[in-house]
């Protein structure tokens, strides 16, 4: 077969295969293609010699233009960091009531709040601050310790029952376990306090008698109304509120083991504007929770 047959139907070269009678056209690459080829080539040539590109012995060509991404990064990363330093600065020195009432700090506190908490608080306080089980609904609850926000910001420094040496302590006795009261005290106390949170009301011959046990017992830290004391940092037993669960069940096992819950101290985990701002962050969210 002659390598330069023309196919009789459309005029073009054949290749010279041909398979079960099929012929092969000689089609030539469109020439779009190959100005699109030789484009390209001409483009990554003057783009390795304008740009860092090959490696060397020493170090590398870095392009007649000397553009560096490092140093670039590395300006961006200046730039960042001295217009945070100007909001970083005020957070960690000026007074926090202050700083509550700037809006344009609160700006800033809503805009990197939301990750700073997420990374350090989130796991036991859910990523919406409502709690979980055995971890307080900071949103929407009494703060135990007080809400202002340098008792929020100390809170958050020196932690509770943490390893910090000047960290809050805050510890329920274990009255069943430690035999101070009788199972049967242990119930009605736990009924007592159903009945002023959610629960319906008890008998009056009841509820006296198991106010008198909370009052012997347990006033000292949630308060003869207990409504909790800050200063001892005890919650209040009155409202819809539990770190762990309101129902019967659990108040009873409370009540009887006691409980020793654990915030760690972030000083030296975070810093001073940090810490401060996760403060206000919060305070934020419970004025903004309806």
């Known amino acids: ?26 089609t030539p690459v469109p020439k779009l293609l190959w100005a699109f080829l030789i484009t390209m080539a001409l483009f990554g040539l003057v783009w390795t010699v304008l ?10 060509f870095r392009g007649l233009l000397g553009a560096d991404q490092h140093q670039a990064v590395q300006q961006t990363l200046a730039e960042a960091n001295a217009e945070r330093a100007v909001w970083a600065d005020r957070l960690a020195t000026e007074d926090l009531a202050a700083l509550q009432a700037d809006e344009a700090i609160m700006n800033v506190v809503r805009s990197a709040g939301p990750a700073l908490f997420v990374d350090n608080c989130a796991a036991c306080h859910g990523p919406s601050a409502t ?7 900071i949103a929407e609850a009494p703060m135990m310790w ?50 002023i949170s959610a629960g319906p009301a008890l008998p009056e011959d ?4 198991a106010n008198d046990l909370f009052l012997n017992n347990c006033a000292g830290c949630h308060g003869e109304d207990a409504a909790g004391m800050v200063e001892s ?18 108040i009873r096992q409370s009540i009887y083991n006691g409980r020793q819950g ?13 810490i401060r701002m996760l403060a206000l962050y919060v305070l934020d969210l419970r004025t903004a929770t309806p």
């Open 206 to 209: 009841q509820r006296l008698a």
């Open 146 to 195: 007080g809400s202002d926000p340098d008792t929020v910001a100390e809170t958050i420094r020196v932690g509770i029952n943490a390893n910090h040496p000047e960290t809050r302590f805050a510890q329920m006795l274990a009255f069943g376990k430690d035999q101070m009261l009788a199972g049967e005290e242990i119930s009605q106390l736990a009924d007592y306090l159903v009945s």
């Open 233 to 250: 940092g005890a919650p209040n037993l009155t409202d819809t509120f539990w770190t762990y669960a309101g129902d019967r069940s659990t």
């Open 131 to 137: 709690g979980n089980v055995g971890y307080p609904n």
């Open 262 to 274: 654990t915030m760690p101290a972030w000083e030296g985990r975070l810093s001073t504007a940090q």
């Open 51 to 60: 740009m860092p590109s090959w490696p060397g012995i020493n170090g590398y």
């Open 1 to 26: 077969m002659a390598l330069k047959e023309r196919d009789e139907f459309s005029g073009q070269l054949t290749t010279g295969h041909e398979w079960n009678g099929i012929k092969e056209l000689n």
